[in-house]
């Protein structure tokens, strides 16, 4: 959860959310990859926030990038890089999930039932990664990655503490949450890579699934981006933020069971019995009748204030006394980083995971146990009595900017990429590598080369999907004790022409014969028209 979730109405225009100059500078100089990168829709949350900005990111360093969405809901449409291809699963077709969309707002029944969907997308379109970037779309990820029978890499996003708090849930939600668990101890392991957003992620991901932790990356949330610092400078006007008035208190989120907003109230009353404060929850959802219940219970209206969505909350994260963070459990609160970032003061539960992580373990912030309202209030009371240095609480969000997040899940995507190569190629070559390497440009062949995560020297090993005259021609590079990469940096042309020659030659299968067994290397030259090369790349200088 974050600021971006309160965004109230689209932007004038999309704007960089990082120097891509510097991006392409920081990340893994790799060849163009064609990503799929799956989500439920860019509704304005926090993790559908990260997706676009990893989407731009994935573009913005020359990869062909497909956004592929559940529903296609306005949002966060306007901010994708006119590079991102967006792919909605609900359009253009008659499937059961489409039927069911016009019946059901329920978003766990409607992505569940897009399995299908997204299985005839892996198979029609073939990229070479599919990164699942969002907890809630994960399950489905793996479903229609097991349907779709591709050996494309299959990458996880946790993006959420993968338990939550399951016994503080309804018995029926409990159960529910409870099957969720189980099926994912089954789909998880299935996948090339895990990334989770925090390390108390990682722990219990590996915890609830059997996945070892040392499978599972940790790569923070690119949360600090050009966009959010430009944002956080606009103008707000409102009474309660004149000066001299009591602090304001401020609080960010979706009306939910997971934010806890209940015992925020219950700590603000406290806290105001003692002492002249205000209150304000930016945000909408279910909780809102209950929550205005509760202001009015306990007569705090003068002072709480429910404003819902706004357009900007950063300017009111710049201008308050202090941020609070509520909630039960978390994945890595973008919104916590946010207020930071705008130098304002916090206060969060040590729920799990993220704030303990993101506060350094309280050297950044207080943290108090989750539910305990009397514990929430004394920590408010003691941070707005304590001077605090809003430019080191600033610097310290630098550590979640997009340039560092961007380059590592390229990194795990690319080596991911290249361990599907063997069985990928083996299941549907690319044409360029069951040809003569003369029959296509340089050019096309690295592309697809780049494709599977290889180089040209791989062309010079054994591996299924080379075209065959090329696996023999590998086989005698390795018998004649010729080093691939070596050989390709000294003579690429002549070993061109020398493919070529392999491919035309008639003597296959005295060159089988000579391959099957211990044979004088000399011999060669009595049937190989390519023998005196091999012979001199054998002696290539290291």
Same mark, same amino acid.
């Given at each position: 959860?974050?600021?971006?979730?309160?965004?109230?109405?689209?932007?004038?225009?999309?704007?960089?959310?990082?120097?891509?100059?510097?991006?392409?500078?920081?990340?893994?100089?790799?060849?163009?990859?064609?990503?799929?990168?799956?989500?439920?829709?860019?509704?304005?949350?926090?993790?559908?926030?990260?997706?676009?900005?990893?989407?731009?990111?994935?573009?913005?360093?020359?990869?062909?990038?497909?956004?592929?969405?559940?529903?296609?809901?306005?949002?966060?449409?306007?901010?994708?890089?006119?590079?991102?291809?967006?792919?909605?699963?609900?359009?253009?077709?008659?499937?059961?999930?489409?039927?069911?969309r016009r019946l059901t707002t329920q978003r766990g029944l409607i992505t569940a039932?897009?399995?299908?969907?997204?299985?005839?997308?892996?198979?029609?379109?073939?990229?070479?990664?599919?990164l699942s970037a969002a907890s809630h779309v994960n399950l489905v990820a793996v479903?229609?990655?097991?349907?779709?029978?591709?050996?494309?890499?299959?990458?996880?996003?946790?993006?959420?503490?993968?338990?939550?708090?399951?016994?503080?849930?309804?018995?029926?939600?409990?159960?529910?949450?409870?099957?969720?668990?189980?099926?994912?101890?089954?789909?998880?392991?299935?996948?090339?890579?895990?990334?989770?957003?925090?390390?108390?992620?990682?722990?219990?991901?590996?915890?609830?699934?059997?996945?070892?932790?040392?499978?599972?990356?940790?790569?923070?949330?690119?949360?600090?981006?050009?966009?959010?610092?430009?944002?956080?400078?606009?103008?707000?006007?409102?009474?309660?933020?004149?000066?001299?008035?009591?602090?304001?208190?401020?609080?960010?989120?979706?009306?939910?069971?997971?934010?806890?907003?209940?015992?925020?109230?219950?700590?603000?009353?406290?806290?105001?019995?003692?002492?002249?404060?205000?209150?304000?929850?930016?945000?909408?959802?279910?909780?809102?009748?209950?929550?205005?219940?509760?202001?009015?219970?306990?007569?705090?209206?003068?002072?709480?204030?429910?404003?819902?969505?706004?357009?900007?909350?950063?300017?009111?994260?710049?201008?308050?006394?202090?941020?609070?963070?509520?909630?039960?459990?978390?994945?890595?609160?973008?919104?916590?980083?946010?207020?930071?970032?705008?130098?304002?003061?916090?206060?969060?539960?040590?729920?799990?995971?993220?704030?303990?992580?993101?506060?350094?373990?309280?050297?950044?912030?207080?943290?108090?146990?989750?539910?305990?309202?009397?514990?929430?209030?004394?920590?408010?009371?003691?941070?707005?009595?304590?001077?605090?240095?809003?430019?080191?609480?600033?610097?310290?969000?630098?550590?979640?900017?997009?340039?560092? +997040?961007? *380059? @590592?899940?390229?990194?795990? /995507?690319? &080596?991911?990429? #290249? !361990?599907?190569?063997?069985? =990928?190629?083996? $299941? %549907?070559?690319?044409?360029?590598?069951?040809?003569?390497?003369?029959?296509?440009?340089?050019?096309?062949?690295d592309h697809a080369l780049g494709r599977a995560g290889l180089e040209r020297a791989?062309?010079?090993?054994?591996?299924?999907?080379?075209?065959?005259?090329?696996?023999?021609?590998?086989?005698?590079?390795?018998?004649?004790?010729?080093?691939?990469?070596? +050989?390709? *940096? @000294?003579?690429?042309?002549? /070993?061109? &022409?020398?493919? #070529? !020659?392999?491919?035309?030659? =008639?003597?296959? $299968? %005295?060159?089988?014969?000579?391959?099957?067994?211990?044979?004088?290397?000399?011999?060669?030259?009595?049937?190989?028209?390519?023998?005196?090369?091999?012979?001199?790349?054998?002696?290539?200088?290291?």
């Open positions: 959860m974050d600021a971006a979730e309160l965004a109230g109405g689209p932007a004038a225009e999309r704007e960089a959310e990082f120097d891509e100059a510097e991006l392409v500078a920081g990340v893994p100089r790799t060849p163009s990859k064609h990503l799929a990168v799956f989500i439920y829709a860019l509704t304005g949350g926090g993790a559908q926030r990260r997706t676009v900005t990893l989407a731009n990111g994935f573009a913005a360093a020359g990869h062909r990038v497909d956004l592929v969405v559940v529903r296609s809901l306005d949002g966060l449409v306007q901010d994708l890089s006119p590079r991102v291809r967006l792919v909605p699963l609900d359009e253009g077709g008659r499937g059961l999930h489409v039927r069911i039932l897009a399995v299908p969907a997204l299985a005839r997308y892996l198979r029609r379109e073939q990229p070479d990664a599919l479903a229609a990655w097991r349907l779709a029978r591709s050996p494309l890499a299959l990458v996880l996003r946790a993006s959420n503490h993968p338990t939550g708090n399951v016994e503080a849930f309804p018995p029926l939600q409990r159960l529910i949450r409870l099957y969720l668990r189980w099926l994912a101890r089954r789909f998880y392991p299935r996948a090339d890579a895990i990334v989770a957003v925090s390390e108390g992620v990682a722990r219990e991901l590996a915890r609830a699934t059997g996945v070892p932790r040392a499978r599972i990356e940790v790569v923070h949330n690119p949360v600090v981006t050009r966009t959010l610092r430009r944002r956080m400078e606009a103008p707000l006007d409102h009474p309660w933020l004149a000066p001299g008035g009591p602090p304001v208190i401020l609080a960010a989120g979706r009306m939910t069971f997971q934010k806890d907003f209940p015992t925020l109230i219950r700590a603000f009353r406290r806290l105001r019995a003692r002492r002249p404060a205000r209150l304000v929850v930016l945000g909408d959802g279910p909780g809102r009748v209950a929550l205005e219940a509760l202001v009015a219970r306990y007569d705090l209206g003068a002072d709480v204030l429910l404003p819902g969505h706004v357009d900007n909350p950063l300017p009111w994260m710049r201008r308050a006394a202090l941020f609070v963070l509520s909630s039960r459990w978390e994945g890595l609160p973008g919104v916590l980083i946010e207020a930071l970032a705008c130098g304002c003061p916090v206060v969060a539960t040590d729920c799990p995971s993220g704030p303990s992580e993101i506060l350094e373990g309280g050297r950044l912030g207080r943290l108090v146990p989750v539910g305990d309202a009397r514990a929430l209030a004394r920590a408010m009371a003691e941070a707005l009595d304590a001077p605090v240095d809003r430019a080191r609480l600033a610097a310290s969000a630098e550590r979640f900017t997009p340039q560092a +997040a961007i *380059a @590592r899940y390229l990194e795990v /995507l690319e &080596a991911c990429i #290249r !361990r599907r190569a063997p069985e =990928r190629l083996a $299941r %549907r070559p690319f044409w360029p590598l069951t040809v003569p390497l003369a029959w296509t440009s340089a050019e096309g062949l791989d062309l010079l090993r054994p591996f299924p999907g080379n075209a065959a005259h090329r696996q023999l021609m590998a086989r005698m590079l390795e018998r004649q004790g010729v080093e691939p990469v070596r +050989a390709v *940096a @000294r003579a690429w042309p002549e /070993l061109v &022409a020398a493919d #070529r !020659r392999c491919y035309e030659c =008639r003597a296959v $299968r %005295r060159c089988r014969d000579w391959l099957a067994r211990p044979a004088d290397p000399g011999e060669a030259r009595t049937f190989c028209p390519n023998a005196e090369l091999f012979a001199r790349l054998r002696g290539t200088p290291g």
